[in-house]
C-alpha cells in the first residue's frame, strides 16, 4: 500500500499513523508515477487538484486553465492529499470513511489479502512460504538481512545431500559509494552488484595487498553498457519533432567516438557498435550492431543541414526552427561515473556537430518520474536487459510496450494501461513493431518467431530508437578465498539468469565447514 503525499502534511500523517505498514511516497520529491496520476484524475475528476492550496493561489490564470494532468505533473503538491493506492484501488483524502475503505480494500478478497503478503520482490515477508533455498529472517526495516538456510528446499546435490550447502546469508544495504571499499576491504564474501568495471583496479590492488579474495571478470548480457534514449514523448513540440526525425537520431551515433570511449572507461575491453543482439545471441547480425556507429562528423552534419537546421549563434550552435540554441540536456541516475566520463566525451565530439551536450544527474526515482511525464528530454542508461535473445524469448521490449524502455514511455503507458494513459503510437516504425510483436505472440513457428526477432531488431537498428555506445564491458565479480564452486567465466545478466541465480548459488560452499555456519 502506497500513501502519496507529503512528510509535513498533518492529514497525511493522520493516515500514515492508522497504515502503519503504508509507505509513504513524498510527490514533491518522487512525484506521482503518470499511470497512478491518469487513474486518479478519471476516479476523481476536478477533486483531484487542491484548488483551495497556497500552490493554486500562486498560480496564473493561463496556469489553472492547463490540462490538469500536466498541471500535477508540474506541481506535485497541488495533489489533494492523500491519495492512497491500495492494490489497483484508489482513495482520496482522508477521514472516518476513507479509513474503512481502505482497511476493507485491504482484505477484500482472498487474491487481495495473498498479493499483499505475497511481495517477492522486496522479499520481506519472513511467514512467507518459499522455493528459495534461503528464507527470509529478518524484520523488513532493517538494513541488515539474514536468510536462513530452508529446509524444504527442493534441490539435492549429485550425492543425496539437501541443498543449499551454506546455512546462513547475511545482507548489509550501504550506499552505492561504499560497495568497492567494502570489498576491497574484505567485508564481502561475494558481491558484483553495484561494482562496475572503472573498480576493477582497486580490487586488483587489494588482492596485490594481501586481500583475501578475487575478482573474477564475467561476461556482461546487457545489450548495451552505456545508451543514450533520446525521448520521443517529451513534451517540448519542438524538440519532440526533431528527435523524432530519423536524421536526428543517426547524426547523434555518428558523432559519438566510441573507441576513444572504449579505451579511455574500458581498456579496449568492451565492444564498440549500436544497440542489438550481443554476439553471442543466435540472433547477432553485425550489420545490425555497426549500423550508423562508425563515427563520421561530415556524415553526422550533412544530416543535420539536410534536416533544415543550418542556422547558428554566434558561438556555433545550431539553432532549433523556433530559433533557440540546439542544447541537449541528457538526465543521469548519477549513480554510474562511466556514464558520466562517457558523456563528457561524447559532449565533445557533439560540440563539431554543432550540439551542446548538457547533462544533468538526478535521483534515480526522480529521473523514472520525470520520463514517465514527458519532462525528460533525453537519458542515459543501460540497454536491454537480455542482450542473448534466443528466436524463442520474447521481443515484448523491442515494441513499445513497456514504459521502461526510456525512447517511448508514453507509448509503453498506454498498452500497460489499456488506453487510459499515456497516448498511442503515432510514428509508423513504432506501430509496425507492435505488429510483429503481436504477429510473435500468434505462432508458435521457430522458424517465424525467428524471422520477426530479424526484423524487429533491423527496425531498432535503422531508426536508433536508443542510442546504444558500448556493450559486453566485463562485470567485476569480487569472490572470497573460501568460497567455492564460484564459476571462473560466467555471465552477469538479470534476463536471462537472474545475475546469480543461473549458476547455482544453492551449490556454492565455503572451504571451511565452520565459517558456513557463522556467516
Request: hydrophobic letters at 40%; glycine letters at 8%.
Given at each position: 500500500?502506497?500513501?502519496?503525499?507529503?512528510?509535513?502534511?498533518?492529514?497525511?500523517?493522520?493516515?500514515?499513523?492508522?497504515?502503519?505498514?503504508?509507505?509513504?511516497?513524498?510527490?514533491?520529491?518522487?512525484?506521482?508515477?503518470?499511470?497512478?496520476?491518469?487513474?486518479?484524475?478519471?476516479?476523481?475528476?476536478?477533486?483531484?487538484?487542491?484548488?483551495?492550496?497556497?500552490?493554486?493561489?500562486?498560480?496564473?490564470?493561463?496556469?489553472?486553465?492547463?490540462?490538469?494532468?500536466?498541471?500535477?505533473?508540474?506541481?506535485?503538491?497541488?495533489?489533494?492529499?492523500?491519495?492512497?493506492?491500495?492494490?489497483?484501488?484508489?482513495?482520496?483524502?482522508?477521514?472516518?470513511?476513507?479509513?474503512?475503505?481502505?482497511?476493507?480494500?485491504?482484505?477484500?478478497?482472498?487474491a487481495a489479502l495473498h498479493n499483499k503478503r505475497d511481495n517477492m520482490?522486496?522479499?520481506?515477508?519472513?511467514?512467507?512460504?518459499?522455493?528459495?533455498?534461503?528464507?527470509?529472517?529478518?524484520?523488513?526495516?532493517?538494513?541488515?538481512?539474514?536468510?536462513?538456510?530452508?529446509?524444504?528446499?527442493?534441490?539435492?546435490?549429485?550425492?543425496?545431500?539437501?541443498?543449499?550447502?551454506?546455512?546462513?546469508?547475511?545482507?548489509?544495504?550501504?550506499?552505492?559509494?561504499?560497495?568497492?571499499?567494502?570489498?576491497?576491504?574484505?567485508?564481502?564474501?561475494?558481491?558484483?552488484?553495484?561494482?562496475?568495471?572503472?573498480?576493477?583496479?582497486?580490487?586488483?590492488?587489494?588482492?596485490?595487498?594481501?586481500?583475501?579474495?578475487?575478482?573474477?571478470?564475467?561476461?556482461?548480457?546487457?545489450?548495451?553498457?552505456?545508451?543514450?534514449?533520446?525521448?520521443?514523448?517529451?513534451?517540448?513540440?519542438?524538440?519532440?519533432?526533431?528527435?523524432?526525425?530519423?536524421?536526428?537520431?543517426?547524426?547523434?551515433?555518428?558523432?559519438?567516438?566510441?573507441?576513444?570511449?572504449?579505451?579511455?572507461?574500458?581498456?579496449?575491453?568492451?565492444?564498440?557498435?549500436?544497440?542489438?543482439?550481443?554476439?553471442?545471441?543466435?540472433?547477432?547480425?553485425?550489420?545490425?550492431?555497426?549500423?550508423?556507429?562508425?563515427?563520421?562528423?561530415?556524415?553526422?552534419?550533412?544530416?543535420?543541414?539536410?534536416?533544415?537546421?543550418?542556422?547558428?549563434?554566434?558561438?556555433?550552435?545550431?539553432?532549433?526552427?523556433?530559433?533557440?540554441?540546439?542544447?541537449?540536456?541528457?538526465?543521469?541516475?548519477?549513480?554510474?561515473?562511466?556514464?558520466?566520463?562517457?558523456?563528457?566525451?561524447?559532449?565533445?565530439?557533439?560540440?563539431?556537430?554543432?550540439?551542446?551536450?548538457?547533462?544533468?544527474?538526478?535521483?534515480?526515482?526522480?529521473?523514472?518520474?520525470?520520463?514517465?511525464?514527458?519532462?525528460?528530454?533525453?537519458?542515459?542508461?543501460?540497454?536491454?536487459?537480455?542482450?542473448?535473445?534466443?528466436?524463442?524469448?520474447?521481443p515484448s521490449y523491442l515494441a513499445p510496450t513497456n514504459q521502461e524502455?526510456?525512447?517511448?514511455?508514453?507509448?509503453?503507458?498506454?498498452?500497460?494501461?489499456?488506453?487510459?494513459?499515456?497516448?498511442?503510437?503515432?510514428?509508423?516504425?513504432?506501430?509496425?513493431?507492435?505488429?510483429?510483436?503481436?504477429?510473435?505472440?500468434?505462432?508458435?513457428?521457430?522458424?517465424?518467431?525467428?524471422?520477426?526477432?530479424?526484423?524487429?531488431?533491423?527496425?531498432?537498428?535503422?531508426?536508433?530508437?536508443?542510442?546504444?555506445?558500448?556493450?559486453?564491458?566485463?562485470?567485476?565479480?569480487?569472490?572470497?578465498?573460501?568460497?567455492?564452486?564460484?564459476?571462473?567465466?560466467?555471465?552477469?545478466?538479470?534476463?536471462?539468469?537472474?545475475?546469480?541465480?543461473?549458476?547455482?548459488?544453492?551449490?556454492?560452499?565455503?572451504?571451511?565447514?565452520?565459517?558456513?555456519?557463522?556467516?
Amino acid at each position: 500500500m502506497l500513501i502519496y503525499g507529503l512528510k509535513n502534511c498533518d492529514t497525511c500523517r493522520k493516515a500514515i499513523k492508522a497504515l502503519p505498514d503504508a509507505q509513504l511516497v513524498d510527490v514533491r520529491k518522487d512525484g506521482v508515477p503518470a499511470d497512478v496520476l491518469a487513474r486518479a484524475h478519471a476516479q476523481f475528476g476536478a477533486a483531484l487538484v487542491n484548488t483551495r492550496s497556497t500552490t493554486w493561489r500562486g498560480l496564473d490564470d493561463a496556469e489553472r486553465g492547463a490540462d490538469p494532468l500536466e498541471l500535477l505533473a508540474a506541481h506535485p503538491a497541488l495533489m489533494k492529499r492523500p491519495l492512497i493506492a491500495v492494490g489497483e484501488d484508489l482513495f482520496l483524502g482522508w477521514n472516518d470513511a476513507t479509513e474503512e475503505k481502505v482497511k476493507a480494500a485491504r482484505v477484500k478478497s482472498w487474491a487481495a489479502l495473498h498479493n499483499k503478503r505475497d511481495n517477492m520482490y522486496k522479499f520481506d515477508n519472513p511467514a512467507l512460504p518459499t522455493l528459495q533455498p534461503w528464507i527470509n529472517s529478518s524484520d523488513k526495516d532493517s538494513s541488515r538481512k539474514l536468510f536462513v538456510r530452508n529446509p524444504y528446499f527442493h534441490r539435492i546435490d549429485s550425492r543425496g545431500v539437501q541443498l543449499p550447502y551454506i546455512d546462513v546469508v547475511q545482507m548489509t544495504v550501504v550506499g552505492g559509494g561504499l560497495i568497492a571499499a567494502k570489498a576491497n576491504a574484505g567485508e564481502v564474501d561475494l558481491q558484483a552488484r553495484g561494482l562496475d568495471f572503472p573498480d576493477v583496479a582497486i580490487l586488483k590492488k587489494g588482492e596485490a595487498d594481501g586481500g583475501k579474495y578475487r575478482t573474477l571478470l564475467w561476461a556482461n548480457g546487457a545489450a548495451s553498457q552505456i545508451a543514450i534514449y533520446p525521448n520521443l514523448n517529451f513534451a517540448d513540440p519542438v524538440w519532440r519533432e526533431v528527435m523524432r526525425d530519423v536524421r536526428f537520431r543517426r547524426a547523434l551515433s555518428l558523432g559519438i567516438d566510441r573507441r576513444m570511449i572504449n579505451r579511455a572507461l574500458y581498456f579496449g575491453l568492451a565492444s564498440e557498435g549500436g544497440m542489438s543482439a550481443l554476439s553471442q545471441s543466435a540472433l547477432y547480425n553485425d550489420d545490425n550492431t555497426h549500423a550508423w556507429s562508425m563515427m563520421n562528423l561530415a556524415h553526422a552534419n550533412a544530416l543535420l543541414d539536410d534536416m533544415g537546421l543550418t542556422d547558428r549563434t554566434p558561438a556555433g550552435l545550431r539553432k532549433l526552427p523556433d530559433g533557440r540554441p540546439m542544447e541537449f540536456v541528457i538526465e543521469t541516475a548519477g549513480e554510474r561515473s562511466e556514464e558520466e566520463n562517457a558523456l563528457a566525451i561524447i559532449a565533445d565530439t557533439w560540440r563539431d556537430l554543432g550540439i551542446r551536450l548538457i547533462m544533468r544527474p538526478l535521483d534515480r526515482d526522480i529521473l523514472r518520474n520525470r520520463i514517465y511525464a514527458g519532462r525528460t528530454m533525453a537519458s542515459v542508461w543501460f540497454g536491454w536487459d537480455n542482450g542473448l535473445p534466443g528466436p524463442s524469448t520474447s521481443p515484448s521490449y523491442l515494441a513499445p510496450t513497456n514504459q521502461e524502455f526510456f525512447a517511448w514511455p508514453m507509448w509503453g503507458q498506454y498498452y500497460q494501461t489499456v488506453g487510459q494513459a499515456g497516448s498511442p503510437p503515432d510514428m509508423q516504425p513504432a506501430k509496425r513493431l507492435m505488429l510483429l510483436a503481436n504477429d510473435w505472440n500468434h505462432t508458435d513457428d521457430p522458424q517465424v518467431r525467428e524471422d520477426i526477432w530479424k526484423r524487429m531488431l533491423a527496425i531498432h537498428a535503422e531508426q536508433q530508437f536508443a542510442i546504444g555506445v558500448l556493450a559486453e564491458a566485463p562485470q567485476p565479480v569480487v569472490v572470497s578465498n573460501d568460497l567455492m564452486n564460484v564459476p571462473e567465466h560466467g555471465i552477469w545478466a538479470f534476463d536471462p539468469g537472474a545475475h546469480f541465480g543461473i549458476h547455482r548459488i544453492d551449490e556454492f560452499y565455503f572451504q571451511d565447514p565452520h565459517v558456513q555456519v557463522s556467516r
